[in-house]
């Protein structure tokens, strides 16, 4: 995990960090990995990898993962749960080797998901602005409704339209490295897919509101990097690299979104026209998109050895973006009728619209970091980073003038600007003991999210730009091992997001049906928890079982985060409460690399949302997906030749 802007090494859109993920490469000795679990709600996890040699200069491994599993959400109205896992992967890499300075990775993955998820349960609701008769209590009393529960955590749905998040995604990419001199020059080659056929019932409940919802997406990307690293001299070592990137996205054949016979009451006021049978009934639309992105880069970086203790990291990276994007909405159905005004209101809903944006932008982050080893023990560093996240286009529809043409200047989102501050001190003062601080401040400028612009003919959200955020705050984290028996971890966070300025945001669900925008400058960011805690440790103890050595061992992990606001503008009903976890297993490890043992998630069964969420039409219903229930389980594990 690398914290902060990482625009110098890892490009565009790396504002908040950056997650580094590296992948065991095949071996030229034998090495083999199974494991196999069982759990509540029917679990089943079976992992497998094999690695080794295939001549003397060619390697294989082969990875396999398949996950299976039982919904924690029941549908009254189908009978059937929901919310499942049904996922499987695959990944083959091949590494030769024709010389000693050179090595060819070939690596391929693809993994199937076909879950039936992810259902969202009412939660609550929230009184709004609007007049008694547009809101929650006197809609469902209207249509007869009663859902089947507000308690989230009974975990019930009567949701009508299917629920699923089908993916396919994976690739090749081809990784050499050539060692030149006293340095190393590598090539990636990558080519990625994803395919993407959701279905989710976007009103939540069983009335046919929002009957079909679906975006079918094909997406393929290329990428080609090129750098080198080495030293320039004895103090000097050096990071350079070109990068080039190439991304393709289309609707698959299109976004699809139909509104059913409930859909009039919710979304209409309940007028004379309003009412007028099958207005919206079936009424709907097709969006074809087309997304091309092109982006390349050079960048460097350079590490100074002023003296044994002082370092010196400058860096710099250049980058250029073009996006082009071709967007056309196509409505259909609904009451057919010559009269103007049912057709505003059909309009008001869905509406045809169609535009072509194209932009180009360059932009240049960097960073320096200064590190000074006070002993051997303490090391502190300073550093100053910027980065950004690139230029981008509103890809679902633009806000329009009083004519119901779209704002074409509205198609461009100007690009993040972070700056970020950080100081810290990671120390090691007896083997086996760690202890690091940071502090940090990062400001945003032109942060990228929904707004609203109150001063055009057709009110309508979008994706632009607010002022300025700030997130600042100060982190811990530690490790201690007392002796080859027993161990333990822990970190804490603080940390303090919010928005710096932000005069044109959508309103929170209760301020549905006032001003159309609010000033929320001042207010919490979404998502962000100001504590953070994570405590854990492992002990274990030498034994016997079928006459084989090894040992018994218990493992405790505990997290704690507290309260998060989960809407754009903060709403006092869509606060998720603070809650803490703790996940535990015990068992037997065998000196020969088998091992045994029970495990328990969420062991004390907390009750907690991952997320809340309002309904679309802002009738003050409150939806939530509730964290996994207690599960328990047992795993067994074979680990050889490592």
């Given at each position: 995990?690398?914290?902060?802007?990482?625009?110098?090494?890892?490009?565009?859109?790396?504002?908040?960090?950056?997650?580094?993920?590296?992948?065991?490469?095949?071996?030229?000795?034998?090495?083999?990995?199974?494991?196999?679990?069982?759990?509540?709600?029917?679990?089943?996890?079976?992992?497998?990898?094999?690695?080794?040699?295939?001549?003397?200069?060619?390697?294989?491994?082969?990875?396999?993962?398949?996950?299976?599993?039982?919904?924690?959400?029941?549908?009254?109205?189908?009978?059937?749960?929901?919310?499942?896992?049904?996922?499987?992967?695959?990944?083959?890499?091949?590494?030769?080797?024709?010389?000693?300075?050179?090595?060819?990775?070939?690596?391929?993955?693809?993994?199937?998901?076909?879950?039936?998820?992810?259902?969202?349960?009412?939660?609550?609701?929230?009184?709004?602005?609007?007049?008694?008769?547009?809101?929650?209590?006197?809609?469902?009393?209207?249509?007869?409704?009663?859902?089947?529960?507000?308690?989230?955590?009974?975990?019930?749905?009567?949701?009508?339209?299917?629920?699923?998040?089908?993916?396919?995604?994976?690739?090749?990419?081809?990784?050499?490295?050539?060692?030149?001199g006293r340095g190393r020059i590598t090539s990636t080659t990558a080519y990625r897919y994803w395919q993407w056929d959701p279905?989710?019932?976007?009103?939540?409940?069983?009335?046919?509101?929002?009957?079909?919802?679906?975006?079918?997406?094909?997406?393929?990307?290329?990428?080609?990097?090129?750098?080198?690293?080495?030293?320039?001299?004895?103090?000097?070592?050096?990071?350079?690299?070109?990068?080039?990137?190439?991304?393709?996205?289309?609707?698959?054949?299109?976004?699809?979104?139909?509104?059913?016979?409930?859909?009039?009451?919710?979304?209409?006021?309940?007028?004379?026209?309003?009412?007028?049978?099958?207005?919206?009934?079936?009424?709907?639309?097709?969006?074809?998109?087309?997304?091309?992105?092109?982006?390349?880069?050079?960048?460097?970086?350079?590490?100074?050895?002023?003296?044994?203790?002082?370092?010196?990291?400058?860096?710099?990276?250049?980058?250029?973006?073009?996006?082009?994007?071709?967007?056309?909405?196509?409505?259909?159905?609904?009451?057919?009728?010559?009269?103007?005004?049912?057709?505003?209101?059909?309009?008001?809903?869905?509406?045809?619209?169609?535009?072509?944006?194209?932009?180009?932008?360059?932009?240049?982050?960097?960073?320096?970091?200064?590190?000074?080893?006070?002993?051997?023990?303490?090391?502190?560093?300073?550093?100053?980073?910027?980065?950004?996240?690139?230029?981008?286009?509103?890809?679902?529809?633009?806000?329009?003038?009083?004519?119901?043409?779209?704002?074409?200047?509205?198609?461009?989102?100007?690009?993040?600007?972070?700056?970020?501050?950080?100081?810290?001190?990671?120390?090691?003062?007896?083997?086996?003991?760690?202890?690091?601080?940071?502090?940090?401040?990062?400001?945003?400028?032109?942060?990228?999210?929904?707004?609203?612009?109150?001063?055009?003919?057709?009110?309508?959200?979008?994706?632009?730009?607010?002022?300025?955020?700030?997130?600042?705050?100060?982190?811990?984290?530690?490790?201690?091992?007392?002796?080859?028996?027993?161990?333990?971890?822990?970190?804490?966070?603080?940390?303090?997001?919010?928005?710096?300025?932000?005069?044109?945001?959508?309103?929170?669900?209760?301020?549905?049906?006032?001003?159309?925008?609010?000033?929320?400058?001042?207010?919490?960011?979404?998502?962000?928890?100001?504590?953070?805690?994570?405590?854990?440790?492992?002990?274990?103890?030498p034994a016997s079982v079928f006459s084989q050595a090894g040992e018994l061992f218990s493992a405790v992990d505990t997290s704690?985060?507290?309260?998060?606001?989960?809407?754009?503008?903060?709403?006092?009903?869509?606060?998720?409460?603070?809650?803490?976890?703790?996940?535990?297993?015990?068992?037997?490890?065998?000196?020969?690399?088998?091992?045994?043992?029970?495990?328990?998630?969420?062991?004390?069964?907390?009750?907690?949302?991952?997320?809340?969420?309002?309904?679309?039409?802002?009738?003050?219903?409150?939806?939530?997906?509730?964290?996994?229930?207690?599960?328990?389980?047992?795993?067994?594990?074979?680990?050889?030749?490592?």
């Amino acid at each position: 995990m690398l914290r902060g802007p990482q625009g110098t090494l890892f490009g565009k859109n790396t504002t908040a960090g950056a997650i580094n993920v590296t992948s065991r490469r095949p071996t030229f000795s034998p090495e083999s990995n199974v494991e196999i679990g069982y759990g509540s709600y029917d679990f089943v996890q079976a992992k497998a990898s094999l690695s080794g040699p295939l001549s003397d200069k060619v390697a294989g491994r082969v990875s396999f993962s398949g996950t299976g599993r039982d919904g924690f959400i029941f549908n009254t109205k189908t009978q059937a749960e929901t919310n499942t896992l049904n996922n499987v992967g695959f990944r083959g890499q091949l590494l030769v080797t024709p010389s000693k300075s050179v090595a060819v990775n070939v690596a391929v993955d693809h993994t199937r998901q076909r879950p039936e998820g992810y259902a969202q349960v009412i939660a609550g609701v929230a009184p709004t602005l609007r007049p008694a008769n547009r809101q929650w209590a006197q809609i469902i009393s209207d249509l007869n409704y009663t859902p089947p529960s507000y308690n989230a955590f009974d975990r019930l749905t009567d949701t009508d339209t299917s629920w699923q998040s089908n993916q396919d995604l994976g690739g090749t990419a081809v990784n050499v490295d050539w060692n030149v001199g006293r340095g190393r020059i590598t090539s990636t080659t990558a080519y990625r897919y994803w395919q993407w056929d959701p279905s989710h019932d976007r009103d939540f409940i069983g009335l046919p509101v929002t009957s079909i919802s679906a975006a079918p997406t094909k997406q393929n990307q290329w990428t080609q990097e090129v750098r080198y690293a080495g030293p320039l001299s004895p103090r000097v070592n050096l990071v350079t690299g070109i990068f080039a990137f190439h991304q393709a996205l289309d609707s698959n054949p299109s976004f699809k979104q139909e509104q059913g016979s409930a859909a009039a009451r919710f979304l209409l006021a309940p007028s004379a026209l309003a009412a007028t049978p099958g207005l919206l009934d079936g009424y709907g639309y097709n969006q074809f998109l087309s997304f091309r992105n092109t982006s390349a880069a050079a960048f460097g970086q350079i590490e100074w050895l002023v003296t044994d203790r002082l370092r010196i990291l400058p860096g710099l990276r250049f980058n250029y973006d073009q996006k082009s994007a071709d967007y056309d909405q196509q409505v259909y159905g609904g009451l057919q009728t010559t009269n103007p005004a049912l057709i505003a209101l059909k309009l008001s809903v869905l509406a045809p619209q169609a535009y072509t944006a194209d932009v180009d932008d360059t932009n240049t982050s960097g960073q320096l970091t200064i590190a000074y080893k006070i002993s051997d023990a303490v090391n502190t560093y300073g550093t100053y980073s910027t980065g950004f996240k690139s230029v981008g286009l509103n890809l679902n529809g633009l806000p329009t003038d009083a004519l119901g043409n779209p704002i074409l200047s509205t198609a461009v989102v100007k690009p993040e600007d972070a700056r970020h501050v950080e100081f810290g001190v990671k120390t090691e003062f007896r083997p086996g003991y760690t202890a690091n601080f940071t502090v940090f401040n990062t400001s945003i400028e032109d942060y990228q999210t929904q707004v609203v612009n109150a001063q055009v003919g057709v009110l309508r959200g979008y994706l632009a730009n607010a002022e300025k955020v700030r997130v600042r705050g100060a982190e811990f984290d530690g490790n201690a091992r007392i002796n080859r028996r027993l161990s333990f971890y822990g970190a804490a966070a603080y940390t303090d997001g919010f928005y710096v300025s932000f005069p044109d945001a959508p309103p929170p669900v209760e301020d549905t049906g006032g001003p159309q925008t609010k000033d929320i400058s001042g207010s919490v960011l979404p998502g962000i928890s100001k504590w953070a805690l994570t405590f854990g440790g492992e002990y274990n103890h030498p034994a016997s079982v079928f006459s084989q050595a090894g040992e018994l061992f218990s493992a405790v992990d505990t997290s704690y985060r507290s309260q998060f606001s989960s809407s754009p503008s903060a709403s006092r009903y869509m606060m998720v409460d603070g809650y803490g976890l703790i996940n535990l297993r015990a068992g037997f490890r065998w000196n020969d690399g088998w091992s045994v043992f029970l495990w328990s998630r969420n062991l004390l069964d907390k009750q907690y949302y991952e997320f809340l969420t309002a309904q679309p039409g802002n009738s003050g219903l409150i939806a939530a997906l509730p964290g996994d229930p207690r599960t328990v389980g047992v795993t067994l594990r074979m680990a050889l030749g490592q």
